[in-house]
Protein backbone atom coordinates (compact mmCIF):
# COMPACT_ATOMS: atom_id res chain seq x y z
CA UNK A 1 0.00 0.00 0.00
CA UNK A 2 0.83 3.35 -0.69
CA UNK A 3 -0.09 6.79 1.54
CA UNK A 4 -0.01 9.96 -0.72
CA UNK A 5 -0.77 13.10 0.96
CA UNK A 6 -1.09 16.28 -1.08
CA UNK A 7 0.06 19.90 0.61
CA UNK A 8 0.68 23.46 -0.54
CA UNK A 9 -2.96 24.65 -1.87
CA UNK A 10 -3.83 27.55 -0.97
CA UNK A 11 -5.33 30.96 -2.24
CA UNK A 12 -3.51 33.34 -4.77
CA UNK A 13 -4.25 35.70 -6.83
CA UNK A 14 -4.14 35.12 -10.56
CA UNK A 15 -1.02 35.32 -11.96
CA UNK A 16 0.77 34.05 -8.94
CA UNK A 17 2.45 30.72 -7.93
CA UNK A 18 2.27 27.63 -5.52
CA UNK A 19 4.23 24.55 -5.36
CA UNK A 20 2.23 21.40 -4.43
CA UNK A 21 3.49 18.15 -2.35
CA UNK A 22 2.73 14.74 -2.81
CA UNK A 23 4.64 12.80 -0.16
CA UNK A 24 4.09 9.04 0.07
CA UNK A 25 4.85 6.99 2.83
CA UNK A 26 4.31 2.97 2.75
CA UNK A 27 6.20 2.28 0.30
CA UNK A 28 9.11 3.96 -2.08
CA UNK A 29 8.21 6.61 -4.28
CA UNK A 30 10.43 5.14 -7.57
CA UNK A 31 8.90 2.27 -7.92
CA UNK A 32 5.66 4.67 -9.16
CA UNK A 33 4.81 6.61 -11.99
CA UNK A 34 3.15 9.97 -10.73
CA UNK A 35 -0.09 11.78 -11.79
CA UNK A 36 -1.71 15.03 -10.96
CA UNK A 37 -5.06 15.37 -11.50
CA UNK A 38 -7.94 18.31 -10.75
CA UNK A 39 -11.34 19.07 -10.56
CA UNK A 40 -13.24 22.17 -9.86
CA UNK A 41 -16.82 22.00 -8.87
CA UNK A 42 -19.45 20.96 -10.82
CA UNK A 43 -16.83 19.52 -13.62
CA UNK A 44 -15.29 16.06 -14.23
CA UNK A 45 -11.99 15.47 -12.95
CA UNK A 46 -9.32 16.03 -15.53
CA UNK A 47 -5.80 15.31 -16.08
CA UNK A 48 -2.78 18.05 -15.05
CA UNK A 49 0.11 16.68 -16.00
CA UNK A 50 2.22 12.54 -15.49
CA UNK A 51 5.66 12.23 -14.68
CA UNK A 52 7.49 8.49 -15.10
CA UNK A 53 9.09 6.67 -12.42
CA UNK A 54 12.35 8.29 -12.99
CA UNK A 55 11.31 11.59 -13.84
CA UNK A 56 12.71 11.77 -17.01
CA UNK A 57 9.64 11.78 -19.19
CA UNK A 58 6.36 13.78 -18.19
CA UNK A 59 3.28 14.85 -20.03
CA UNK A 60 1.36 18.37 -19.49
CA UNK A 61 -2.11 19.38 -20.44
CA UNK A 62 -2.42 21.77 -23.00
CA UNK A 63 -4.30 24.31 -20.40
CA UNK A 64 -1.02 23.99 -18.47
CA UNK A 65 1.52 23.60 -20.57
CA UNK A 66 4.59 26.34 -20.09
CA UNK A 67 2.64 27.11 -16.33
CA UNK A 68 3.30 24.08 -14.54
CA UNK A 69 6.16 22.03 -14.28
CA UNK A 70 6.53 18.71 -12.06
CA UNK A 71 9.49 16.89 -10.75
CA UNK A 72 10.37 14.54 -8.12
CA UNK A 73 12.89 13.50 -5.24
CA UNK A 74 13.14 9.74 -5.31
CA UNK A 75 15.07 10.25 -2.27
CA UNK A 76 12.55 12.27 -0.56
CA UNK A 77 10.07 10.23 -1.29
CA UNK A 78 8.05 13.24 -2.96
CA UNK A 79 6.47 14.57 -6.09
CA UNK A 80 5.96 18.24 -6.96
CA UNK A 81 4.02 20.16 -8.86
CA UNK A 82 5.22 23.96 -9.52
CA UNK A 83 2.45 26.14 -10.73
CA UNK A 84 3.06 29.71 -12.32
CA UNK A 85 0.97 32.42 -13.78
CA UNK A 86 -2.17 30.95 -11.86
CA UNK A 87 -5.63 31.84 -13.38
CA UNK A 88 -9.18 31.81 -12.08
CA UNK A 89 -9.73 28.92 -14.62
CA UNK A 90 -7.05 26.74 -12.22
CA UNK A 91 -9.07 26.35 -9.18
CA UNK A 92 -9.86 22.99 -8.40
CA UNK A 93 -8.99 20.12 -6.30
CA UNK A 94 -5.70 18.78 -6.73
CA UNK A 95 -5.36 15.06 -6.43
CA UNK A 96 -2.21 13.24 -7.25
CA UNK A 97 -1.87 9.59 -8.21
CA UNK A 98 0.55 6.57 -8.32
CA UNK A 99 0.25 3.73 -10.73
CA UNK A 100 3.27 1.10 -10.87
CA UNK A 101 2.42 1.53 -14.84
CA UNK A 102 6.24 1.58 -16.70
CA UNK A 103 4.77 3.54 -19.43
CA UNK A 104 1.99 5.77 -20.90
CA UNK A 105 -1.16 5.57 -20.37
CA UNK A 106 -0.28 4.79 -16.58
CA UNK A 107 -2.86 3.09 -14.80
CA UNK A 108 -3.47 4.42 -10.98
CA UNK A 109 -3.63 2.03 -7.73
CA UNK A 110 -3.28 4.90 -5.03
CA UNK A 111 -4.67 8.49 -4.94
CA UNK A 112 -3.86 11.25 -2.26
CA UNK A 113 -7.12 13.18 -0.89
CA UNK A 114 -6.67 16.05 -2.16
CA UNK A 115 -5.51 19.66 -1.74
CA UNK A 116 -7.71 23.06 -2.45
CA UNK A 117 -6.10 25.54 -5.32
CA UNK A 118 -8.34 28.49 -5.45
CA UNK A 119 -6.98 31.49 -7.65
CA UNK A 120 -8.76 35.04 -7.24
CA UNK A 121 -9.35 37.26 -10.57
Known amino acids: QVQLVESGGGLVQAGGSLRLSCAAS????????VGWFRQAPGKEREFVVD????????AYADSVKGRFTTSRDNAKNTVYLQMNDLKPEDTAVYYC??????????????WGQGTQVTVSA
Open 26 to 33: GRTLRNYA
Open 51 to 58: ISRSGSRS
Open 97 to 110: AAGVSVSRPYRYDY
